[in-house]
């Protein structure tokens, strides 16, 4: 967590004669914060047949996958 905030901070400090406010309007001037949830399991779960020493059947069970994204994503403007 206080690697995640240093990272936040860092481009804030870079530009030290600029007010931290307006570093920040020109930040996320423009930004747009966005969020992904994706769960995916497959179609069927997967039958295997043995003919050794007799018909034998397994079925294995296949896991959901899940996964999220959240981030912002910056539009850049050129004057």
Known sequence: MKKLLLL???PFSVFGQ???KDQI???FKF???Y???NGNNSISDVTTYSVVDGLSTDTE???Y???AVFGLRK???FG
Request: aromatic share 12%; proline share 4%; hydrophobic share 40%.
């Open 8 to 10: 936040l901070l860092i």
């Open 75 to 77: 539009i850049q403007r």
């Open 61 to 63: 069970i296949t896991p």
């Open 31 to 33: 930004a747009t914060f």
């Open 25 to 27: 309007k020109r930040t």
């Open 35 to 37: 969020g992904a949830y």
């Open 18 to 20: 600029i007010n931290v």
């Open 65 to 67: 996958d899940y996964s």
